[in-house]
């Protein structure tokens, strides 16, 4: 691709914006105070609108905040009520149950003593009523 008429083609185009932005400048306005007064006068209505705009979004800010605590401190208050409930609830189930008769150490105590008694007894029933010669005692 040749790059000279490529290039005409880019200055051309650029050239055509700054000639109609020139057009628009050299145009005589009828009247020029009226044109700013107008505009000035746009500016201000802009500004006022914007103003009230701000002043609203303020307003829906603090009341979305307002709202969003009272929900937060009634969620937190049931929530509060529900663990006093449960907890209740559980007082209740813990008075119910019996006491139990021994601790866990106890237990495991009680069930070694048992099988050791077991084996005792099984040791005696299979040694039967003879008696033999001990010969390791010499």
Do not use: Y
Not at 61 to 70: D, F, K, Y
Not at 113 to 135: F, Q, S, W, Y
């Amino acid at each position: 691709m040749r790059q000279g008429p490529l290039s005409l083609l880019l200055a051309a185009l650029l050239m055509t914006g700054q000639l109609h932005a020139e057009e628009l400048s050299a145009a005589p306005d009828s009247n020029p105070p009226l044109a700013a007064t107008a505009t000035q006068m746009q500016i201000d209505a802009l500004e006022q609108r914007l103003a009230e705009s701000e002043q609203r979004r303020a307003e829906l800010a603090a009341q979305l905040q307002s709202t969003g605590g009272e929900r937060e401190n009634a969620q937190l208050t049931r929530l509060r009520q529900d663990n006093q409930r449960l907890k209740l609830q559980l007082k209740q189930a813990q008075a119910e149950q019996p006491a139990r008769l021994l601790s866990e150490q106890q237990l495991w105590f009680v069930v070694g003593a048992g099988v050791a008694l077991i084996a005792l007894l099984c040791g005696a029933m299979l040694r039967g009523r003879r008696r033999t010669r001990r010969e390791w005692i010499n």
